[in-house]
């Protein structure tokens, strides 16, 4: 389906899809521009990342030139842990502080990316975490084959996990797991043990979709019906977003 015509047919998620558009771009970019020089400098790639982000997001780099010398007065290391990048103190008088937040973690993205090689091979098994980068993870893939693939939505990192059990606390009662579905049968499977929740697809929404990110944007209204029930969310999506409303 063509992005254009997703829009039309989901007008109620424009912005979130739109940002959801942006931030892909940005990333592919980074990537690209990563591969083509060959960089491992630190200094380098958050030029690389703040340059494309200035670029997709149409903001003059001027205006965000300034993070590249507090991210390094900082000590912090964006390279080796992107989510340091969050908890910067940046002040400024023409940015409020949720959008700092939302820029920070947006900007975060491609530094994950980096973490992860192609190819790689890591189940989720061990601790329900990411293997790469040790985020919790709230989407999976149901394979033809019925097994699961949880999907990291910062590094993009995709590893299997027990096809019925919960990545937070590991209750693997099928009894105390209920399934909600949506309109279109993307699944939220939450556990009753403790009080979370993740999202699942199978195949032939990935042939609509072409991107398991994006199935997790579309499926925003199932996030807010979950939610009003009481179950947490405990990773945010491709654009930032864990509590829904």
Not at 22 to 27: E, S
Not at 147 to 173: A, Q, T, V, W
Not at 202 to 224: A, C, G, Q, T
Request: with cysteine; aromatic share 10%.
């Amino acid at each position: 389906m063509k992005f254009e015509e997703l829009i039309k047919e989901k007008p109620h998620l424009q912005s979130p899809l739109e940002l959801y558009q942006k931030i892909k771009t940005l990333n592919e970019q980074c990537k690209k521009d990563r591969e083509m020089v060959k960089l491992d400098s630190e200094t380098e790639l958050i030029d690389i990342v703040l340059k494309n982000f200035s670029s997709v997001f149409q903001i003059p780099y001027e205006s965000i030139s300034f993070l590249k010398e507090e991210i390094l007065k900082s000590g912090k290391n964006p390279v080796k842990e992107p989510a340091s990048l969050w908890s910067m103190q940046i002040q400024s008088e023409e940015i409020s502080r949720e959008e700092i937040e939302r820029m920070l973690f947006i900007l975060s993205k491609p530094f994950f990316v980096f973490l992860r090689k192609e190819g790689e091979q890591a189940s989720f098994m061990d601790t329900g975490k990411c293997p790469i980068c040790g985020t919790d993870s709230s989407l999976a893939m149901i394979t033809e084959n019925n097994e699961k693939i949880m999907i990291c939505p910062l590094c993009e990192h995709g590893g299997s996990f027990f096809r019925i059990g919960c990545p937070y606390c590991f209750n693997k009662d099928s009894s105390r797991i209920e399934i909600l579905l949506d309109d279109e049968e993307i699944r939220a499977e939450l556990c009753l043990e403790c009080n979370t929740y993740i999202k699942s697809f199978r195949e032939n929404h990935y042939i609509k979709y072409r991107d398991p990110f994006l199935i997790d944007i579309v499926s925003l209204p199932l996030d807010i019906v979950v939610q009003k029930r009481g179950y947490i969310r405990r990773s945010p999506n491709y654009i930032g977003l864990r509590i829904i409303e």
